[in-house]
């Protein structure tokens, strides 16, 4: 086929030329950089060079290829030397010429007997990895797409060109989501070192596959579930924690461990020879990486106790003859509040009542795995996991993929799976445990600056892991109140104020919490302040100022407003400067909050002074050189410049009550809340999603909140009036809330002929997510395959149309396009409703 003639043709059509096969280059540009790191990208079927030139924006090196020349002139117009004429088949570049190759939508235009020839292509010039978007229907006019096929037939081909998949590639799709893909699909893959895939074919691989397989290079739901828990694990590890891999296999787990997570150190161990050394030459690109052959728990005993912060074991309980054993060596290995991660087939009993596995010693159900792991650990978290079936009234049932965590102390599976997944963490408090070791580094160096000095905040250092750190706290709400019930009475000061503090932010995200409880804790708080006197150090100065804090927001709760505002001026009595500038969070936010309490009471001189108060905090905090606080290089603590920001966003709060607090004060709050930077808010709220499901958390809660707060964004700002001289130009669309569920009705309605942007909201109705809000974002009027991802993960992404795409005159009026109503069909066939909340 003459590819460059039938595509020059193709770019030349007018209803073609300047198209995307995306309405915004951004956001996949960055999911590419997200997903396979900074570097040098050749983008293969790059058309007009949109995605070049995003990816160049965000700092990286960025090529094009195209084999159509009139896509390659008009991509260079735009970026002079930058793109190149050439064919998928056969690529004008040496071997490795780049980090990284990116295609999206180029693949399927190939005819099936060019696949693999392209894909090795890809494979010869990329030397880390590559991100490939494919469609998998037919085009709109049903002949372009030439090879329409599944997932699983596009990861196959690409693990036979020599990609294996990549170890963030549950980041890109998350494993929920991989059934539900629609109209595309997205791989995120590696590229095999030389070597591996000649010395280590697929075809001796899947011979041992009962017991051994690298699943980076398998495809299918199966080798997904294995991945998913190692993306899962990846989630508890710290940066500088030492993970220990047991059973590892043919090392894979080990791989993404060590790839996707700042661990200083990943040991894989296993009994099997082979594995060992496949993993030793196909995951050598690490130095902290490394495998060694040892059998369980025998194998165990040669290395040191409390020398490692988190073990993986999944798959393995069943295998050994002892698996209590297995666990307490476990127990000796880990450091105090060290987790551990297992993993066990969910009753894969036959008729006999036996495992048919000849591998397997054991059957194992939830009592029987959640008593083993309370034997040596406090039972922290738990999922169930389904890859493809699972047991329905004693016999196999054909599902989809699924992780659901539950309680794993109050809680039950909530649903038939596969496996059960568990998560102890070793006692953090009490006697006999070993002397810290895990002081915080910078550039190699121990540092004792008091955000991070935890030996001199903590009588306890461990209790950091298991209490304060909230990454790697106790997760189980009745574990941990019970340790921190007990801290509070036994423990020695400092361990007593922070199990205090945790505890008086467990009863302020209690909803349920009664009064009486919460006076009981005030009453505890004030005796804990008693012992941490002035004068006793910056940590207790921290402490004081924690408890402080959070005796004001529980007297808040409960109604008793006078208490809270004593309680923000405790904590704005003290000096936050002693303990260094992360302690200012705190103060300026006492000051926000201690405002709208006085101004509730009518007193307007009493809010002005308390935020004002707040901008002196972060003036003061802000005149606090880092390196002063956290020493030479200090700045080199991720955690910094949050801190900073977080101080400067609540100051923003401040000053914009402050200024409308005379001429506005009915609407200063509101105001304060939804104007300050509302584009920020979202976007730290998509951020906070994006982590959330990285992962493998529930999204609805991170969806929700974001759904509320564009709603509020939309309604305060105005939206609902007629324009205003405050804001002019935004103003809710009428039939906004009339018509939520007539589609038509809405689409229809007459924009503004002032109209930049239309607003569109779809809100998912069905049982599994009540009230999230999926918005689909795009310059351009979108096809409806635009909503596969975001529809099946039901997750929010703002959508802003530009209006001059969406309009047509119609007797003068200007209204929404025949694209956006066949959007709003879309949105509504996959069950969601409709409601457009507003136009700018």
């Not at 539900?180 to 691989?205: K, N, Q, Y």
């Not at 891999?245 to 993404?256: E, K, Q, R, T």
């Not at 009705?745 to 999230?772: C, D, T, Y």
């Amino acid at each position: 086929m003459d590819y460059a003639t039938t595509y020059d043709g193709y770019w030349l059509r007018p209803d073609r030329f300047g198209e995307s096969s995306f309405p915004d280059p951004r956001p996949i540009a960055r999911n590419i950089i997200g997903a396979l790191g900074a570097g040098s990208f050749l983008d293969i079927g790059c058309g007009m060079g949109d995605l070049v030139q995003a990816l160049m924006l965000d700092g990286m090196d960025a090529q094009g290829v195209d084999v159509s020349a009139v896509a390659v002139a008009e991509a260079s117009r735009r970026a002079p030397g930058r793109f190149h004429v050439g064919s998928v088949l056969a690529l004008p570049f040496p071997d490795a010429s780049f980090d990284n190759v990116v295609s999206t939508d180029c693949l399927e235009h190939l005819a099936p007997e060019d696949v693999a020839a392209a894909l090795r292509e890809m494979r010869r010039v990329a030397r880390r990895g590559a991100y490939l978007v494919i469609a998998t229907r037919p085009d709109r006019e049903r002949a372009w797409h030439l090879t329409v096929r599944d997932r699983r037939f596009w990861e196959s081909a690409a693990l036979e060109a020599g990609f294996r998949r990549h170890p963030a590639a549950l980041r890109v799709t998350p494993y929920g989501a991989l059934d539900r893909e629609v109209g595309e699909t997205t791989l995120a893959l590696e590229a095999m070192p030389p070597g591996v895939a000649e010395a280590w074919p697929l075809e001796a691989l899947s011979a041992d596959r009962e017991l051994h397989m690298d699943m980076l290079r398998e495809p299918g739901s199966r080798s997904d579930a294995h991945l998913m828990r190692y993306h899962w694990a990846a989630r508890f590890a710290r940066a500088g924690d030492r993970i220990l891999d047991a059973a590892c296999g043919m090392g894979y787990g080990a791989w993404l461990l060590a790839s996707q997570t700042e661990a200083a150190e990943v040991l894989g161990l296993d009994i099997d020879e082979a594995g060992i050394a496949y993993a030793r030459q196909a995951f050598s690109g690490l130095d902290k990486l490394r495998f060694e052959i040892a059998g369980l728990p025998e194998g165990l005993a040669r290395l040191s106790e409390n020398s490692f912060d988190l073990i993986t074991s999944f798959e393995t309980l069943e295998h050994v003859v002892d698996p209590a054993a297995l666990l307490e060596a476990f127990a000796r290995l880990l450091a105090p509040g060290g987790r551990v991660l297992v993993s066990v087939p969910n009753d894969w009993s036959d008729e006999t009542g036996r495992d048919p596995n000849p591998y397997h010693f054991d059957v194992y159900d939830w009592p029987k795995l959640k008593a083993l792991v309370e034997r040596d650990f406090l039972l922290d978290r738990a999922a169930t996991q389904t890859a493809d079936r699972a047991k329905l009234n004693g016999a196999w049932s054909r599902q989809g993929r699924v992780w659901e965590e539950f309680d794993p102390v109050l809680g039950v599976p909530p649903r038939p799976a596969e496996w059960l997944i568990a998560a102890g963490q070793k006692r953090f408090a009490g006697p006999g445990l070993p002397p810290w070791d895990r002081a915080a580094r910078v550039a190699g160096q121990p540092s004792s600056a008091p955000p991070v000095d935890f030996a001199g905040m903590l009588d306890n250092p461990w209790l950091v892991r298991g209490l304060v750190d909230r990454g790697t706290r106790l997760n189980a709400p009745g574990a941990l109140a019970a340790v921190c019930a007990e801290l509070a009475i036994k423990g020695e000061p400092h361990d007593a104020a922070a199990a205090v503090t945790v505890l008086g932010y467990r009863l302020l995200e209690d909803p349920k919490a009664s009064s009486s409880a919460v006076r009981s804790h005030l009453d505890s708080i004030s005796a804990r302040l008693r012992v941490l006197e002035p004068g006793g150090g910056p940590h207790a100065l921290r402490w004081r100022v924690s408890l402080c804090f959070v005796a004001a927001r529980l007297a808040q709760k409960i109604g008793d407003l006078d208490a809270a505002e004593a309680w923000f001026e405790r904590v704005l009595s003290e000096d936050a400067a002693r303990f260094g500038p992360t302690l200012f969070t705190k103060t300026t936010e006492a000051c926000h909050r201690l405002g709208w309490l006085k101004r509730a009471k009518g007193d307007l001189t009493g809010a002005g002074s308390a935020w004002a108060r707040g901008l002196e905090e972060a003036e003061r905090m802000l005149a606090l050189p880092v390196r002063d606080a956290f020493g030479p290089q200090g700045t080199r603590f991720a955690f910094v410049f949050d801190e900073y920001s977080a101080v400067c966003e609540t100051a923003n709060l401040c000053a914009m009550a402050l200024e409308r607090l005379e001429t506005d004060p009915q609407n200063a709050l509101r105001q304060s809340e939804v104007l300050s930077r509302p584009r920020r808010r979202v976007e730290l709220l998509s951020e906070e999603l994006r982590l959330t499901r990285a992962r493998g958390a529930s999204p609805e809660p991170v969806a929700g909140a974001q759904f509320w707060t564009v709603r509020e964004l939309l309604r305060t700002n105005k939206w609902c009036r007629p324009p205003e001289p405050a804001n002019p130009h935004l103003h809710l669309h009428p039939t906004a809330l009339g018509h939520e569920d007539q589609p038509e009705a809405i689409m229809q309605a007459p924009l503004p002929k002032n109209a930049r942007h239309v607003f569109i909201v779809a809100e998912a109705i069905s049982p599994a997510s009540p009230g999230v809000v999926v918005m689909i974002g795009g310059a351009n009027a979108p096809d409806a395959s635009m909503l596969r991802l975001e529809l099946a993960a039901r997750e929010p992404q703002v959508l802003r149309l530009d209006a001059a795409d969406l309009r047509e005159a119609h007797g003068g009026e200007i209204r929404v396009t025949v694209a956006t109503r066949a959007l709003a069909r879309s949105i509504s066939s996959s069950g969601v409703r409709v409601t457009w909340l507003g136009v700018a």
